[in-house]
């Protein structure tokens, strides 16, 4: 079984900082991709970020300069800062962990957490 732990969401004025994160558990080989992604109200889930295990980033354009993901391999933690933070950034953010198992690859996600940016 693998369990993805979000944490760190919350309410926050537009400008300001939420720092996300994400404990990956279970009987894992290893972990390859994680990623953060979000879905806004009435709209399709979107990626944020991704990280490879080798810490190649990926970013959508619409967070550019202002989130930055990382990850600790040791600790299985993947983390979301979120700087300069704006309205439209409210959403559900999902971590999401591509892993390996028994030489087979899986995709796993978190339950989501909750991001409210006010005007």
């Known amino acids: 079984q693998v369990q993805l732990v979000e944490s760190g969401g919350g309410l926050v004025q537009a400008g300001g900082s939420l720092s996300l994160s994400c404990i990956v558990s279970?009987?894992?080989?290893?972990?390859?991709?994680l990623g953060w992604y979000r879905q806004g109200p009435g709209k399709q889930r979107e990626l944020v970020a991704t990280i490879t295990r080798d810490g190649m980033t990926n970013y959508a354009d619409s967070v550019k300069g202002r989130f930055t993901i990382s990850r600790d391999n040791a600790k299985k933690t993947v983390y979301l800062q979120m700087n300069s933070l704006k309205p439209e950034d409210t959403a559900v953010y999902y971590c999401?962990?591509?892993?390996?198992?028994?030489?087979?690859?899986?995709?796993?996600w978190g339950q989501g957490t909750q991001v409210t940016v006010s005007s």
């Open positions: 279970g009987n894992i080989f290893s972990i390859n991709v």
């Open positions: 999401n962990a591509v892993v390996t198992r028994w030489s087979k690859m899986f995709d796993y």
